[in-house]
């Protein structure tokens, strides 16, 4: 045991697909602390939603963990069956995700929804219990108690939002994966509710993996921040280093397409190129067709994960800091 709440060691996920298998986690490894929050940064299909899907196991039917191990306390996630991993998901690992409308089912009321999800975690607890439960948790996430007996299609998107998160919390869990859980809400909205996450977080010591692909939110809710590119990570560091010291020329091509309201003004950068091919992905560094400093090693050889002091780390051949 070293003391993590969740060691994720060279984890790797595929989906089969017509065209053949895409390599959609690529060895990712990294350490997450009790009542830690990290971030996960990258753009849209780098992976960080497979990651999140396959740290609980909930991966669709074309996707399956090829190798690493998840462990949570120790216990490795990876090999347990379907039956086996049921009692850790929402008592020990929950998730927030994306789609508040999707998340919910149209047609049962929000209190319902969350009723079973206690059930299922404590088949012992009462009707009237589940009812205090429910009332409590709509009131952590500041809906009101009264508003437990509707549909989702009665709640506004903020609330939507709301509810699930108050799904996500029901069964007091060790570590909740909020996946991009603000991104279709407007700003007010969307500050509202990464406020409240942060109250709550603080207030009960969770653990917290916030997906994102706006590095800048990141900033606000984490205090480490993983990058990920085309299914591995990039770099992974305190987020002040992260964002004051970016080793990977990926890390600093998303700091630098993010507009500051503090300091100089500088003009916003734009990648150039698309991210690759999953079914087929370039050989060496997967970031090196769209790279400034690349190098004829970058194409040819893998980048090590590397530690440059003070836990941060980056796979590159050609670092910030270092010449071209």
Sequence with gaps: MDGNLLTVENLSARYAARAGEVSAVDGVSFALARGEVLGLAGESGCGKTTLALSLLK???ENGRITGGRILLEGTDLVPLSEDAIR???WRRLSVIFQGAMNSLHPVYRIADQIREALEACDPNMSRQQADDRISELFRLVGLDPALAGRYPHEYSGGMRQRAV???????RPDLVIADEPTTALDVIVQDSILREMQTLQRRFGMSMIY????IAVLAEISRRIAVMYAGRLAELGAAVDVFDNPLHPYTAALLASVPSL???RTRLVNLPGEPPDLLNPPSGCRFHPRCPRARDVCAEREPAWEDFGGGHFAACWNPAGRDA
């Design 87 to 89: 009692p850790f998901r």
């Design 211 to 214: 997906i994102s692909h706006d």
């Design 165 to 171: 998160i108050a799904l996500a919390l029901a069964c």
């Design 58 to 60: 909930l991966l669709p």
């Design 262 to 264: 503090h300091g100089p």
